[in-house]
């Protein structure tokens, strides 16, 4: 019989450690509650989540970022007013006025809801871009995502241009 080594006997030792223990407060702890004490017989099932559709988590998503983007947090916290207005020199009438030109660090409500919009309408776009070169689809539609996709950057692209001109006049002139 070959001679066992002292990894072996390591390992045996290790593993009789708790139940050899010479320590008699470790025994008495193991042992004395749970003679009058029952553990009850629990059967416990783990609750079972069912993960969401794609378009639940998608539409979470877009509707997060139109709130980032439009400056819901800014709107809660400052409480601007929905829309503006000023009067004109001449006649003394009141005007609306939608954007508060000059100022880069304020907005209307309706400001920031219009911009948000436009972001989302070219996010859109570029979704619908991603849904046309999908190779299982009819001509038909692929051609349909793309023209959809395309005029709605356009538009989301041009009308940011167009908030950014009125915002600040005299930019990229």
């Known amino acids: 019989m070959a001679p066992r080594s002292d990894s072996q006997t390591l ?18 702890l193991r042992i004395i509650p749970f003679s009058f004490l029952r553990p009850p017989r629990l059967r416990l099932k783990l609750p079972s989540f069912t993960l ?3 378009m639940t988590v998608f539409s ?17 916290i400052v409480e601007p007013p929905g829309i503006g207005s000023t009067q004109d ?7 609306p006025v939608v954007f508060m030109s000059g100022r880069v660090n304020g907005q209307y409500i309706i400001e920031g809801l219009s911009s948000g919009f436009m ?4 996010g859109i776009g570029i979704i619908m871009l991603d849904l046309a070169l999908d190779k299982n689809r009819a ?4 051609a349909s995502y793309a023209t959809a996709g395309i005029s709605s950057i356009v538009i989301a692209y041009v009308m940011s241009m167009l908030f950014i001109r009125i915002k600040i006049p005299g930019y990229l002139h």
């Open 60 to 76: 979470l998503i877009l509707l997060t970022y139109f709130l980032v983007v439009s400056g819901f947090v800014y709107d809660v």
């Open 11 to 28: 390992a045996t030792g290790s593993a009789t450690s708790d139940e050899s223990s010479i320590d008699p407060i470790f025994h008495i």
């Open 119 to 122: 972001f989302v309408l070219g």
């Open 139 to 142: 001509k038909s539609v692929k």
């Open 52 to 54: 969401p559709s794609p």
């Open 89 to 95: 020199p001449i006649t003394g009438s009141v005007r």
